[in-house]
């Protein structure tokens, strides 16, 4: 945390503590990325070099007052606010790590 900053809560926040739920949305389930409208014209004509609009773009994701919003750093643009009309959604913060598969050549050594 910056500064020693204790976030406070939000209230339009429901936290997941049930240890049962199906993991299986804590995993890469993109279907449509969110992508900075002005980052994408750069990358599709060439302004922004040779590379992807992933590595392009720097969009910082959080909660806002109403919702979550997503800001577009390299342009200091507003992408997307969501707005949830003061519903209280639930959400899951857990984080899922996948283990690294054991190669041929660690198998044996301590």
């Given at each position: 945390?910056?500064g ?5 809560p ?17 995993l ?16 599709t ?20 007052p ?24 639930p ?6 790590v ?7 050549r ?5």
């Open positions: 945390m910056e020693g900053v204790i976030p406070r939000l209230p339009h926040v429901s936290l997941m503590s049930d240890a049962t739920k199906d993991l299986s949305s804590l890469h389930n993109i279907e449509q990325p969110i992508v900075c409208s002005r980052c994408a014209d750069d990358v004509e060439g302004r922004a070099g040779p590379v992807s609009m992933a590595d392009y773009m720097r969009l910082d994701v959080g909660f806002s109403i919702g979550v919003q997503v800001w577009c750093r390299r342009h200091d643009a507003n992408v997307v606010h969501i707005d949830f009309e003061g519903r209280s959604l959400t899951d913060f857990r984080c899922i996948r283990r690294q598969p054991v190669s041929d660690d198998v044996g050594k301590s």
